[in-house]
């Protein structure tokens, strides 16, 4: 199984900074990683796939990037409807697994 | 528009079982593999099973092998989980989810339905 570890676990900031969140696997899975955003009580919904492309409709503010073990997402300019919960997923084989998770929360 | 419309989940006590269905609509189901993604109350997201399209390989983790068996029919645009021997732990709000066939995202997600063991 491959571990995927995000940091940090909390991360505290305020409306038009910017967001730097990380996620470490426990063995390469090439861009086989997506991010997904997750608001209380919703669905989550995807965000970036192959480590760096953003899904539709996505703003321009979130990008992706990393290969191998180590990935970043970082949200340029944090909007108020940016707080919420990110997950990366790494799909290298049939076995997906998630990261535990980072929780982005206003300042 | 796509949806995938999750439903059968309820109160269970523990060792019973409960069969949850995704109904899927918006796109071509019989091209997508699909997943079981659960959320246990204030965790984080845990993938329980897949089954791609047409071969209809399966694959589960662990912690549900031998306990809970996934299954599709195209053909009604459906998905499904056969949950059995519940225990507490499995206690989630149980997501259906595609992804396209070969090692892709998971790219869109249900609504989920809440499954608790309890006695």
């Known amino acids: 199984e491959i571990v995927l570890t995000q940091s940090p676990g909390t991360l505290s900031l305020s409306p038009g900074e910017r967001a730097t969140l990380s996620c470490r696997a426990s063995q390469s899975v090439n861009t086989k990683l997506a991010w997904h955003q997750q608001k209380p009580g919703q669905s989550p919904r995807l965000l970036i796939y192959d480590a760096s492309f953003r899904a539709t409709g996505i703003p321009d503010r979130f990008s992706g990037s990393g290969s191998a073990t180590d990935f970043s997402l970082i949200i340029s300019r944090l909007e108020p409807e940016d707080f919420a919960v990110y997950y990366c997923?790494?799909?290298?084989?049939?076995?997906?697994?998630f990261g535990q998770g980072t929780r982005l929360e206003i300042k | 528009e796509v949806q995938l419309v999750e439903s059968g989940g309820g109160l269970v006590t523990p060792g019973g079982s409960l069969r949850l269905s995704c109904a899927a609509s918006?796109?071509?189901?019989?091209?997508?593999?699909m997943n079981w993604v659960r959320q246990a109350p204030g965790k984080g997201l845990e993938w329980v099973a897949s089954m791609t399209s047409v071969s209809g390989y399966k694959y589960y983790a662990d912690s549900v092998r031998g306990r809970f068996t996934i299954s599709r029919d195209n053909a009604e645009n459906s998905l499904y989980l056969q949950m059995d021997s519940l225990r507490a732990e499995d206690t989630a709000v149980y997501y259906c989810?595609?992804?396209?066939?070969?090692?892709?995202?998971?790219?869109?997600w249900g609504q989920g339905t809440l499954v608790t063991v309890s006695s």
């Open positions: 989810a595609r992804e396209e066939d070969g090692y892709k995202p998971i790219d869109f």
């Open positions: 918006g796109f071509t189901f019989g091209t997508y593999s």
């Open positions: 997923q790494q799909y290298y084989n049939s076995l997906i697994t």
